[in-house]
T-cell receptor, first 115, second 113 residues
Framework: DTGVSQNPRHKITKRGQNVTFRCDPI?????LYWYRQTLGQGPEFLTY????????KSRLLSDRFSAERPKGSFSTLEIQRTEQGDSAMYLC?????????????FGPGTRLTVT | KQEVTQIPAALSVPEGENLVLNCSFT??????LQWFRQDPGKGLTSLLL?????REQTSGRLNASLDKSSGRSTLYIAASQPGDSATYLC????????????FGQGTTLQVKP
């Protein structure tokens, strides 16, 4: 499968615990994006990388959230001291910035439940 | 600030009907607009992308249009099938050096056999 992959697909954690999600983009894509989606809503942008550089962050990305893309390939999103309000689907997408379209392709998402 | 709105929130149609989903955006300085499909509990599947310089794109039974001056895009689905049942999301990418997509809340479509 050459699409965007995300692991784990589901994560249940207790409030106050730290969690880390991984995203592997389409191999030739140099941009990687993170979004969060709550039930019944459209995805909300969190942050994106071009290669290793984190170019944009949303106000939604509080101090408890950190994202990395150390070698310009896969990315991790860590949430520290999870809260019940963090329960959501976390979506990763990738695109290629060399063309005109910047069309984003999404992974299957990681469903986080904080109890 | 770009805002994207989709109306209606839900739509139910009989199989075989042609239908139109609406998307409106507030900032006409849009770089492109993407339509996605999302099945329950799943990720997003890209359906069509329209560049700001284009008026429409077609893929099979789907046709998407873009009118920047009125801040509107439509997704036309011809001869709907039960397998088309899903949530359809539109998202705009702003001009300038931004990568983010701004999404609408989606239209949940049910096609009844």
């Amino acid at each position: 499968d050459t699409g965007v992959s995300q692991n784990p697909r589901h994560k249940i954690t207790k409030r106050g615990q730290n969690v880390t999600f991984r995203c592997d983009p389409i191999s030739e894509h140099n941009r990687l994006y993170w979004y969060r989606q709550t039930l019944g809503q459209g995805p909300e942008f969190l942050t994106y990388f071009q290669n290793e550089a984190q170019l944009e962050k949303s106000r939604l990305l509080s101090d408890r959230f950190s994202a990395e893309r150390p070698k310009g390939s896969f990315s991790t999103l860590e949430i520290q001291r999870t809260e019940q309000g963090d329960s959501a689907m976390y979506l990763c997408a990738s695109s290629f910035s060399g063309g005109l379209s910047y069309e984003q392709y999404f992974g299957p998402g990681t469903r986080l439940t904080v109890t | 600030k770009q805002e994207v709105t989709q109306i209606p929130a839900a739509l139910s149609v009989p199989e075989g009907e042609n239908l139109v989903l609406n998307c409106s955006f507030t900032d006409s300085a849009i770089y492109n607009l993407q339509w996605f499909r999302q099945d329950p509990g799943k990720g997003l599947t890209s359906l069509l992308l329209i560049q700001s310089s284009q008026r429409e794109q077609t893929s099979g039974r789907l046709n998407a249009s873009l009118d920047k001056s009125s801040g509107r895009s439509t997704l036309y689905i011809a001869a709907s099938q039960p397998g088309d049942s899903a949530t359809y999301l539109c998202a705009g990418r702003g001009s300038g050096n931004t990568g983010k997509l701004i999404f609408g809340q989606g239209t949940t479509l049910q096609v009844k056999p």
